[in-house]
């Protein structure tokens, strides 16, 4: 498992009866890495994985398992509200195909660190699938701290990542301090993929990205190039889009966007409602201003698709 580069936490496709629409993930999931993504994550908070019944979330795995067809990785986010479901969904996507996990802690229940240990630890050593972490205090209310992050990894050797997502770029560094390189750290919100990069992050579970992948690979390459007067004039440029990712309905906002690129719909199940009123017109025009101005970038080389 390579965890490097613009891994978009993808969104889940529904057709106008709210239905998966497995035939756009497929057009989704190739579109992103044509244009340079270097793996997809589905099934996380973006993908609306909670809406999504199991029988379902194991038909969208092997579905981008047979888009993607060894192109790169697909990493399945495994988010539960039981610790047994969470290692049932952990083995169902390794017999999928999947080539790594993104471990969630559970849902709703906000445990301590020796419960939280527990169920992680449950979810690693289900499958011999290499695995991410993902802290996401804001979100979640469970905060994996550097000093556990540490203890994780060295007990558990399939432990290899973790997505970032406190808002705080320092995590990057504290984590880096404690455990070197022994495993590779992502930021998990967009707005702070610049500073992340700064101090010591190698990735980027990216949400704008589903819209706006060609910009996203050159945001972070520029930054990890450090080309950091062109990586800010392009973060200048993109930073509205990217702040649509760190507020309550970035699931709305990012559909949104996917829409006014024609690449995908603004449709979300319920509890979420799509945009309305005053809302969605101001979200319109920060998207109509961005496209307006969109910068014009190099093509990437054509990558040789295997037969």
Not at 163 to 176: F, L, N, P
Request: some cysteine; aromatic content about 8%; glycine content about 6%.
């Amino acid at each position: 498992m390579n965890w490097k580069g613009v891994m978009p936490a993808v969104t889940t496709c529904f057709d106008p009866d709210y239905r998966v629409d497995h035939e756009f993930i497929v057009k989704h999931c190739q579109w992103l890495l044509d244009n340079g993504c270097t793996g997809i994550v589905t099934l996380g908070s973006l993908g609306e994985g909670a809406t999504l019944t199991f029988e379902e979330k194991i038909a969208v795995l092997r579905n981008c398992v047979r888009a993607v067809n060894g192109r790169a990785p697909v990493v399945a986010s495994v988010s539960a509200l039981t610790t047994s479901e969470a290692v049932s969904l952990a083995k169902a996507a390794a017999d999928a195909g999947c080539d790594a996990l993104m471990v969630l802690p559970p849902y709703v229940y906000q445990g301590d660190w020796r419960e939280m240990k527990a169920h992680v630890a449950s979810v690693f050593k289900a499958t011999p699938l290499s695995c991410m972490l993902y802290n996401n205090p804001v979100a979640y209310g469970t905060d994996f701290l550097p000093e556990q992050i540490q203890e994780l990894t060295e007990e558990y050797e399939n432990f290899d990542a973790v997505k970032e997502s406190s808002t705080d770029a320092r995590r990057v560094s504290a984590v880096r301090a404690l455990v070197g390189d022994r495993i590779e750290v992502f930021i998990g919100v967009d707005d702070a993929i610049l500073e992340g990069v700064a101090v010591g992050a190698t990735g980027w579970i990216a949400g704008l990205a589903n819209a706006l992948p060609r910009e996203s690979v050159e945001l972070f390459e520029r930054a990890m190039n450090g080309n950091r007067e062109k990586a800010f004039d392009l973060y200048r440029w993109f930073l509205p889009l990217l702040r649509m990712d760190t507020v309550p309905k970035f699931v709305q906002l990012i559909k949104l966007v996917q829409s006014e690129v024609a690449m995908g719909n603004a449709r979300v199940r319920a509890p979420r409602l799509e945009l309305a009123g005053n809302e969605l017109q101001q979200a319109r025009r920060i998207i109509q201003e961005a496209l307006r101005t969109r910068p014009q970038l190099n093509p990437l080389p054509a990558v040789p698709v295997a037969k």
